[in-house]
């Protein structure tokens, strides 16, 4: 069973930025792909990171250039790091990992059903 908590959350103007960290129990950034999804309101939970267990990443159109996932394997922390937040980033930011083979599928960070294991997520609210 995978363990993961989110932190980092927080209120930020339009703008800004705001780094997410999410700890994990066991050592699985090499065997695990992970990723950060992210719930706005009255809609539905969205991925819009992820980085392979074999090390690229990949985004969604509206993070490319702004949002930057990386991972400590010492430390076992997964980070999301957001710069020129928008009011529509607002939202629930989940972090979530999935057990991912070492044959490489360039799709496969950006699909949910990659992920099993789910943290309880953090808050991220943009203001203008």
């Known amino acids: 069973q995978v363990h993961l908590v989110e932190s980092g959350g927080g209120s930020v103007q339009a703008g800004g930025s705001l780094r997410l960290s999410c700890t994990f129990s066991?050592?699985?950034?090499?065997?695990?792909?992970m990723g950060w999804f992210r719930q706005a309101p009255g809609k539905e939970r969205e991925l819009i990171a992820g980085?392979?267990?074999?090390?690229?990443?990949n985004y969604i159109e509206s993070a490319k250039g702004r949002f930057t996932i990386s991972g400590d394997s010492a430390k076992n922390i997964l980070y999301l790091q957001m710069n020129s937040l928008k009011i529509e980033d607002t939202g629930i930011y989940y972090c979530?990992?999935?057990?991912?083979?070492?044959?490489?599928?360039?799709?496969?960070?950006?699909?949910?059903?990659?992920?099993?294991?789910w943290g309880q997520g953090t808050q991220v609210t943009v203001s203008s």
């Open positions: 979530a990992a999935g057990f991912c083979s070492n044959r490489y599928d360039a799709d496969r960070v950006l699909l949910p059903q990659t992920y099993q294991y």
């Open positions: 066991g050592n699985i950034i090499n065997t695990h792909c």
């Open positions: 980085r392979d267990n074999l090390g690229p990443t």
